[in-house]
Nanobody
């Protein structure tokens, strides 16, 4: 049974940092592209970042570029999203997802999704 589990969310003040983890069971993450998505109340889900499987190329939304960093630890079968200089507009539920072709793309192409982790940025 494939399972993706996000952790590391929470409440942080503006300017603070959090690191989200996406731990996988039932599949080897290094064969998959892993994307991070987020959805705020009343808004559509948006792509935040992605790391491809073949060459480890990373992609970021314009809104988070320079503040967020995606990385993977194949030995731990875990992908991370380091989030710095957080802003109130980063508040959302964050989801990780795995894409079996190894290519980063739209959310429609992802095969497996985690349950989500709440990130709240507020003073």
């Amino acid at each position: 049974q494939v399972q993706l589990v996000e952790s590391g969310g929470g409440l942080v003040q503006p300017g603070g940092s959090l690191r989200l983890s996406c731990a996988a069971s039932g599949l080897a993450l290094d064969y998959y592209a892993i994307g991070w998505f987020r959805q705020a109340p009343g808004k559509e889900r948006e792509g935040v970042s992605c790391i491809s499987s073949s060459d480890g190329r990373t992609y970021y939304a314009v809104s988070v570029k320079g503040r967020f960093t995606i990385s993977r630890d194949n030995a731990k079968n875990t992908v991370y999203l380091e989030m710095n200089s957080l802003k109130p507009e980063d508040t959302a539920v964050y989801y990780c997802a795995a894409e079996s072709m190894g290519l980063c793309g739209s959310s429609d192409g992802y095969d497996y999704w985690g349950q989500g982790a709440q990130v709240t940025v507020s003073s």
